[in-house]
């Protein structure tokens, strides 16, 4: 074990075969490496208001311990690249020179040596679904309780708030398909969120395209809901292409199916934080 303040935990096992080697090629080919993470859970813990969502206080020094190390950390959200830069506090931080933020699943791009962001024309779907969507809940008797978070690129209803979250989420999905579906958008379920936004925009589109980009013979994910369940399927391809895995489960009673089909569950941001920092301090 290395020397790094930042950890002196031990790397925890991973419960799978696959999981073991790709936590062994990790530590072994770091700069063939990407370290993949979602934000909002993940990152970040689950807040009633997603605009007061912050990192964890640990995962700033966290990653910049380990981003020198490996060729990419790729924050992969669906929130615009710049509410999760702010929101992470990721700007202008010395040891972040190879973190990037895809945004909008990867429609859009920061990265931190230019600190500016990339992206291509908006879906116009999107701007159709933000004109009707309001009085769309309305008349389907579905605006108490729930309310509309504008992510740019797309919108998500959320049901957190409602008397009863669950049956709300339930009752809305049909009805939200086909207001998506009329404007060529798709509806992508979360942690009590329906989010409306153009097909093809994905956490998986975005991971694969990024692990290509650069070559990677390494990735480890980790992601926290329903909405990482491309990305985990992502890593199950590229592990058939020859690239080793890591599927991370940021623990979570509400995401039973995410935490089954990973190699390793830990306990929330906090636990994503120490697996971090434990795995800078191996590599120190």
Do not use: N
Not at 110 to 128: L, N, R
Not at 192 to 214: F, I, N, Q, W
Not at 234 to 263: F, N
Request: with cysteine.
């Amino acid at each position: 074990m290395g020397s790094h303040p930042e950890s002196k935990d031990p790397l925890p096992a991973p419960v799978t075969p696959a999981g073991r080697d790709g936590l062994e090629a990790i530590l072994s080919r770091p700069s063939r490496t990407v370290v993949a993470l979602d934000f909002d859970g993940t990152l970040a813990p689950i807040v009633p208001d997603p605009d007061q969502a912050r990192a964890h206080p640990g995962a700033v020094p966290a990653i910049a311990a380990l981003a020198p190390k490996v060729a990419s950390v790729a924050v992969i959200t669906g929130r615009p690249p710049g509410v999760a830069v702010r929101h992470g506090g990721f700007a202008g931080v010395p040891g972040l020179e190879h973190l990037v933020v895809l945004g909008h699943y990867g429609a859009e791009r920061w990265d931190a040596v230019s600190g500016e962001v990339t992206a291509p024309a908006p879906h116009p779907g999107v701007a159709a679904v933000r004109a009707e969507l309001p009085g769309f809940l309305d008349r389907i008797g579905a605006w108490h309780g729930t309310w509309i978070e504008e992510k740019g690129r797309a919108l998500a209803v959320h049901t957190r708030r409602a008397d009863h979250p669950q049956a709300a989420f339930e009752a809305l999905r049909e009805p939200l398909a086909d207001l998506a579906g009329r404007h060529g958008l798709i509806v992508e379920p979360g942690r009590m969120v329906l989010e409306l936004r153009p097909p093809g925009m994905d956490k998986g589109v975005a991971l694969l395209d990024h692990v290509r980009r650069t070559g990677a013979e390494a990735v480890l994910y980790a992601g926290d809901d329903l909405g990482d369940l491309p990305a985990f399927a992502a890593v199950d391809k590229l592990r058939s292409d020859g690239v080793a895995g890591l599927l991370v489960c940021s623990g979570t009673p509400e995401v039973g199916e995410l935490a089954e089909r990973a190699d390793l569950v830990v306990d929330g941001p906090a636990g994503v934080v120490d697996l971090l920092a434990a795995l800078a301090d191996r590599l120190a």
